[in-house]
């Protein structure tokens, strides 16, 4: 086909290329060895559609001309996207029902569904724990179904139906297709994040995440060279890393461990214990090797690695090496963070290690402490969830005790199972279980509202924050 086209002059079109990776390649091989300026048609042309994909050959990129689709950002501007498209804009599809003033309500829900859930993926997990790409072809599905199911049975049981709270956003009075396309240039151009179900905490979220995204990639351009009396790159590694290593204990002794606390039946918490020594010796070791190794690297006695350099590259910049995270337990927290939480996270197993003598345990249960809520926050006076106080994103719940108990007792409408995830991020891979690998576990905590209130808000429980 591309060939016919060199020679005929013709356009080709391939879309989606990101969902044939493994012929890159080959076109690749056709871009540079079949279309050669002598053998080729003046008028031809070869288009490439894609997302962004790393397999994507970058002697294409670097000798086409790349324009970029971006969605639209807010829910004016996906409606408008939506009306002013096909197919609502063709006038035989938008008056194609026999039933017009359901059709057209139904449709215009219909859109401002698709820019909901298109706009809460800005919020990060708040929105969508999964940031689920819903496309134009889903809307375009959408609607068609409902042009094939709509029959002289459906009807509207609340002709001034508001999307959300107040009166700003409704479906308009039927009426010709430019009624509903004025009524949509008429809605804000930053919408509430009430609008989404969200509290308006969550804005701050999204521009937290927006503004470390920018840095993070204006940090990439920095030169990585000094002027003047400016320390060095490399002295402030060095220095980053001698400063980490003496503040780093020791090995535990696993075996002092297990003759004081044995492995037994009737002590779960010795295995746990046990278990999490063997984790943080793992993961103290290579952080002190990978960091003694840089030091001897930096002043030339040994070869700088590829491993050496991503672990010098990472530290330079705050970030956590990704050698480190390897055997780390899950953490977004920066460089400097990550280690004073690594350091408070060893000097509570090298306290437990040395106790002679336990507290006394509760009978049945285990007490958590150290929980953080967002989007919400729990209200001590009513012993209930709460909505957050302003500007406040997070909220630390007090000492929670978990006690098992009958499924029967807990299936009422007063309760918020609430999720609880190791970090912010909450998405992460499913394991065997069925269960994301960021999912702990669900607490039932008691509410004055009910569960899709709280669903709709992104309430969760974190066991640590980024900072």
């Known amino acids: 086909m591309i060939e016919k086209a060199i020679k005929e002059?013709?356009?080709?079109?391939?879309?989606?290329?990101?969902?044939?990776?493994?012929?890159?390649?080959?076109?690749?091989?056709?871009?540079?060895?079949?279309?050669?300026?002598?053998?080729?048609?003046?008028?031809?042309?070869?288009?490439?559609?894609?997302?962004?994909?790393d397999k994507f050959p970058v002697s294409i990129l670097q000798n086409g001309l790349k324009?970029?689709?971006?969605?639209?950002?807010?829910?004016?501007?996906?409606?408008?996207?939506?009306?002013?498209?096909?197919?609502?804009?063709?006038?035989?599809?938008?008056?194609?029902?026999k039933k017009q003033v359901i059709w057209q309500k139904f449709l215009f829900g219909l859109t401002f569904f698709h820019a909901l859930v298109q706009e809460r993926r800005n919020f990060g997990p708040l929105g969508w724990n999964i940031p689920y790409e819903f496309n134009e072809s889903d809307l375009r599905i959408s609607m068609r179904q409902i042009q094939m199911f709509l029959d002289d049975w459906d009807l509207i049981e609340k002709e001034s139906y508001h999307l959300?709270?107040?009166?700003?956003?409704?479906?308009?009075?039927?009426g010709p297709y430019q009624t509903y396309v004025n009524y949509t240039r008429s809605l804000p151009i930053c919408a509430d994040p009430c609008v989404f179900g969200l509290h308006s905490n969550a804005d701050i979220t999204k521009d937290n995440q927006e503004t470390n995204q920018l840095l993070e990639g204006v940090l990439l351009t920095l030169p990585r060279?000094?002027?003047?009396?400016?320390?060095?790159?490399?002295?402030?590694?060095?220095?980053?890393?001698?400063?980490?290593?003496?503040?780093?204990?020791?090995?535990?002794?696993?075996?002092?461990v297990l003759d004081k606390y044995p492995v037994t039946y009737e002590e779960s918490m010795n295995?746990?214990?046990?278990?999490?020594?063997?984790?943080?010796?793992?993961?103290t070791h290579v952080v002190r090797v990978s960091?003694?190794?840089?030091?001897?690297?930096?002043?030339?006695q040994i070869v700088m690695s590829t491993e050496l350099e991503n672990v010098f590259n990472s530290m330079l910049v705050g970030k956590v090496p990704a050698v480190w995270a390897a055997k780390s337990y899950p953490s977004l927290k920066p460089l400097g963070s990550y280690v004073a939480d690594l350091l408070t996270r060893l000097h509570f197993l090298q306290i437990t290690k040395e106790e002679t003598h336990m507290d006394e345990k509760p009978e049945d249960g285990a007490y958590v402490k150290g929980l953080f809520m967002e989007g919400a926050r729990w209200d001590r006076e009513n012993m209930v969830i709460g909505e957050s106080f302003p500007k406040i994103?997070?909220?630390?719940?007090?000492?929670?005790k978990l006690k098992p108990g009958e499924m029967s007792k807990f299936q009422h409408e007063n309760l918020y199972v609430c999720p609880v995830y190791k970090t912010s991020a909450r998405r992460g891979t499913l394991s065997t279980t069925g269960h994301s690998t960021n999912y702990v576990m669900s607490?039932?905590?008691?509410?004055?509202?009910?569960?899709?209130?709280?669903?709709?808000?992104?309430?969760?429980?974190?066991?640590?924050?980024?900072?």
Request: include cysteine; charge should be negative.
């Open 291 to 300: 960091l003694v190794n840089l030091r001897k690297a930096l002043k030339g």
């Open 443 to 467: 607490i039932e905590l008691p509410s004055d509202k009910p569960q899709k209130h709280w669903i709709n808000r992104g309430v969760a429980c974190l066991c640590q924050l980024d900072d």
């Open 9 to 53: 002059g013709t356009w080709v079109v391939l879309q989606n290329c990101h969902l044939a990776t493994s012929w890159m390649p080959a076109l690749d091989r056709i871009c540079e060895e079949t279309i050669t300026p002598e053998n080729t048609h003046p008028s031809f042309r070869l288009w490439l559609t894609s997302y962004p994909s």
């Open 225 to 256: 060279q000094t002027g003047g009396g400016a320390k060095s790159p490399q002295e402030v590694v060095d220095e980053l890393a001698e400063d980490i290593l003496s503040k780093l204990p020791a090995d535990f002794d696993l075996q002092i």
């Open 67 to 97: 324009m970029t689709n971006e969605p639209p950002k807010g829910i004016r501007a996906n409606l408008l996207r939506s009306y002013l498209s096909h197919p609502i804009s063709d006038p035989a599809f938008f008056g194609s029902s």
């Open 271 to 283: 295995t746990v214990l046990r278990q999490e020594i063997i984790r943080f010796n793992r993961l």
């Open 393 to 400: 994103l997070f909220d630390s719940l007090p000492i929670i």
């Open 164 to 174: 959300c709270e107040g009166d700003l956003y409704y479906v308009p009075a039927h």
